[in-house]
Each structure stands twice: as structure tokens, then as C-alpha cells.
């Protein structure tokens, strides 16, 4: 059974690790002079500082300059990937059983469907786990030098746990759709419609609501020294405003009709008695943010499973 369902789709598998292997060649081709320059050059200290010198905002402009470009854009089509591999390797996997009739031939064999079905989906899944572990570790080591901070979407989306809960829920709902509507193409929309709305609700609405986050205002008017130091960190800055003399948020109407449009020092914050005020949530809720993203899509991912697992063995 394990041998037939690697002949059935070594192809994807196949496809899959030489995408990998690109990857990498490419992420070591351009990643090896940027990561000689970020530990030679100091970049690495103008960071932790936030760029804050202009011979630091100077250097770091320089780095980016050098060195982003591909990497920055790999991040951002590469978060496509899980749904690639959802849409062409889990919508096929039983759709094309169906639309070729191979389905009538292993349930006439000896092994139950039900044994049939688990099979496929352990070697599946366990193949898109392995090659969600590699291209973790490829961008961690990639990305690393040009977005420092743990909660930046480059690195958080990529990060071990994450990537491998929107890599197996891709594909399982790939396989549901495949198994309930029994047509490759319709289940490859299928897949499309379902993941891509969800993968966009949890990053862009739920991630930020994980946790209560934290705010924390300057004590003294017209100083940035604590909302500075925050936002310098590995925090994850939601939002920066300020505050009134009786403690009340400025709306953005009220911010101007005091300050007007321009840029605004110090100096005047403090003749107005206005705070700085950042609302965040501390880097140590990283792990703790890892951990709850992944349990969603892990969890959903086994919801989509065990209902594969029912369709099969109602399977007519």
C-alpha cells in the first residue's frame, strides 16, 4: 500500500523537493555575502539600536539596498506556497481516483477503505510536514539579516509551527474538497475559496486578538523615551497615538487641530502636555502566539482529515 501510493504521486513528491532544492540554491547564492556583511559591517548593532544615528539609518539603508530585493520578494510570493501545494497536490488526491476509476479497483483488493484512505493521508501529509520543516529553516536562515524582529509577517509566517499548520490544512482541505465533490477542477477552486479566506482572516483580523494587547504611555509629556524603547524591541507595535493632559486619546481631528500637519518635535508635545502612547504585545508572547496560530490550522487540518476519513467509508 505504502509502495503504490508513492508510485501514485512520486511525481508531486519529486516536484516538490527539486522546488526546495532551487530554493536553497538560490537563498545560499544570495544569502552568503549578506550574512557576511551583516556580521562585518555592524549592521547587526544599528539594528538592536533601531537605526536611531544617521551613520546607522545610513548603513542599514545601504544593507537593504544591497541585499532585500529578492529575498523580500521570495517572502512575499512564497506565502502562496501552502495553497500551491493545497490546489495541485491534496484537490487531485482522491478527485483523481474518482474520475479514473481506480478507487473501484483498491477497495476490491485486499486492504478496507478505510486502511486505504489513512495511508494516503499519513504519507502525504508526512511528505508536506518534511518539506515545510526545509523551507522553514531555509528562510529562517535567509530572512534573518534584513527583518530582525520575531512578529515581522517574513518571519512569523515562516517560523517552523506556523508553516506547517497552513502547509497541512491547505492540503487537507484540498483532499475534502477533492472527496466531497469527486472532480479535480472543482475541488481545486474549492480549495482556492475555502484556505485563502481563512489563511487572510486569522493573519489580518484574529493574530492581532490572540491576547489582550498591552499599552504603555510616556509618564512624561513630550519625552518618547518608553514608547521608543518598545517599539525598538522585538515587540509588536499594533499602534502609536497620543495622549491628552487628562489622559484621553487624540483623535486624528483633534491631533491636527492641535499640531496642524506638520512635523511635530518634542518640544511642542511637551508645551501641550501631550504623552506618546504605543499599544503592542510584548515579545515574549511569540512562542505563546506560535503555538496558538498553529492549533488553529493544525486543528482544523484534523477536523478535514477525519472528515475525509467519514466521506470514504460512505463512499458509493
Request: with cysteine; aromatic share 10%; proline share 5%.
Amino acid at each position: 500500500m505504502i509502495w503504490f501510493t508513492w508510485r501514485q504521486h512520486r511525481g508531486e513528491a519529486v516536484g516538490l523537493a527539486a522546488m526546495l532544492a532551487v530554493l536553497g540554491g538560490i537563498a545560499l547564492i544570495s544569502g552568503l555575502p549578506m550574512h557576511s556583511a551583516y556580521d562585518g559591517d555592524g549592521i547587526a548593532a544599528c539594528q538592536q539600536a533601531n537605526g536611531v544615528t544617521e551613520s546607522c539609518r545610513q548603513l542599514l539603508d545601504s544593507f537593504r539596498d544591497k541585499f532585500a530585493g529578492l529575498p523580500a520578494q521570495a517572502a512575499g510570493q512564497l506565502n502562496l506556497l501552502p495553497l500551491v501545494v493545497g490546489v495541485l497536490v491534496g484537490a487531485p488526491l482522491l478527485a483523481r481516483e474518482y474520475e479514473q476509476g481506480t478507487w473501484q479497483l483498491a477497495w476490491t483488493q485486499a486492504v478496507p477503505r478505510t486502511r486505504w484512505v489513512v495511508v494516503k493521508l499519513a504519507i502525504v501529509l508526512a511528505a508536506v510536514t518534511a518539506a515545510a520543516i526545509v523551507l522553514s529553516l531555509v528562510l529562517r536562515w535567509w530572512l534573518r539579516p534584513l527583518f530582525p524582529s520575531a512578529f515581522s509577517v517574513e518571519r512569523f509566517n515562516y517560523a517552523a509551527p506556523v508553516l506547517w499548520g497552513y502547509f497541512v490544512l491547505a492540503v487537507a482541505t484540498g483532499i475534502l474538497a477533492g472527496a466531497l465533490l469527486k472532480r479535480s477542477l472543482p475541488a481545486m477552486v474549492a480549495t482556492l475559496a475555502v484556505f485563502l479566506p481563512l489563511r487572510l482572516a486569522v493573519e489580518f483580523w484574529l493574530r492581532p486578538r490572540y491576547m489582550t494587547p498591552v499599552t504603555a504611555v510616556d509618564p512624561v509629556p513630550g519625552s518618547g523615551a518608553v514608547t521608543q524603547q518598545i517599539s525598538q524591541g522585538d515587540n509588536w507595535v499594533l499602534d502609536n497615538y497620543l495622549v491628552g493632559p487628562s489622559g484621553q486619546r487624540l483623535s486624528d481631528g483633534d491631533e491636527f487641530q492641535l499640531l496642524g500637519g506638520g512635523t511635530v518635535d518634542e518640544a511642542t508635545l511637551a508645551q501641550h502636555g501631550l504623552r506618546e502612547a504605543v499599544t503592542y504585545h510584548p515579545a515574549s508572547r511569540y512562542w505563546d502566539f506560535q503555538i496558538i496560530e498553529t492549533a488553529i490550522f493544525g486543528g482544523l487540518a484534523l477536523t478535514f482529515a477525519l472528515l475525509v476519513i467519514w466521506r470514504i467509508r460512505h463512499w458509493s
